[in-house]
């Protein structure tokens, strides 16, 4: 079966600080990864989108790794601000020809000052 | 123009009425998306329209109702819908339906439902 985990669930973490979300997933045939972040009650806004042949993509303070092999995701938030406190959601496109995306359930952040 | 605009940002509605969510893109996009979000789950597809086409209906109750106008704009019209049924609402849509790798998939703000 087709899924994405998402560690851990929730974080709290101090203002300036570093965190790494991580996610793993079992969709196969796999096209790509992408991380979004979403703010309460608003849309997933894209963050990074890796391929297979990926395994680093930064965004600003936003790192994503991929290890296609052991089916293994990072998301690494540098120097945190308050404004990233939100969700972020690793998905996973396992179909190419269609866009049919594979959602994990979130890790919900706090940053606290 | 990269964005998926999604009207209204907010609706109150009776189990009786019937109303329309509207969605809207000028990116050039051929394929297009409905999600359900419920409180601290990840969307769940609705329908997709590809080529203006009702390409899937993930199983959806006959009070959903999508519509595809033309290439820009995805409607979903309500009608008798059910308290459970309150939830954020996104609109989605991505490049090429048809192959490739899409970098392309852009999602709305939503319009929260709220069904009394």
């Known amino acids: 079966k087709n899924q994405v985990e998402q560690s851990p669930q929730s974080l709290i973490i101090l203002e300036g600080k570093n965190c790494t979300l991580q996610c793993n997933y079992t969709v196969s045939p796999f096209s790509n990864l992408r991380w979004y972040k979403q703010d309460t009650g608003r849309g997933p806004v894209s963050l990074t989108i890796?391929?297979?042949?990926?395994n680093t993509k930064s965004n600003g303070r936003y790192t994503a790794t991929l290890d296609a092999d052991t089916k293994q995701s990072s998301l690494h938030i540098t120097a945190s601000q308050l404004s990233d406190s939100a969700s972020y959601i690793c998905?996973?496109?396992?179909?190419?020809?269609?866009?049919?995306?594979?959602f994990g359930t979130g890790t919900r952040l706090l940053v606290s000052p | 123009d990269t964005e998926v605009t999604q009207t209204p940002k907010h609706l109150v509605m009776g189990m009786t009425n019937k109303k329309s969510l509207k969605c809207e893109q000028h990116?050039?996009?051929?394929?297009m998306y409905w999600y359900k979000q419920k409180a601290k789950k990840p969307p769940e597809l609705m329908f997709v329209y590809s080529y203006e086409k009702l390409s899937i209906n993930e199983s959806v109750p006959s009070r959903f109702s999508p519509e595809c106008p033309n290439s820009s704009l995805l409607n979903l019209h309500l009608h008798a819908l059910q308290p459970e049924d309150s939830a954020l609402y996104l609109c989605?849509?991505?490049?090429?339906?048809?192959?490739?790798?899409?970098?392309?998939?852009?999602f709305g703000s939503g319009t929260r439902l709220t069904v009394v």
């Open positions: 989605a849509s991505s490049q090429d339906p048809t192959g490739g790798e899409d970098y392309g998939y852009t």
């Open positions: 998905v996973v496109s396992g179909v190419k020809g269609f866009q049919k995306l594979v």
């Open positions: 990116m050039g996009h051929r394929a």
């Open positions: 890796m391929t297979f042949s990926e």
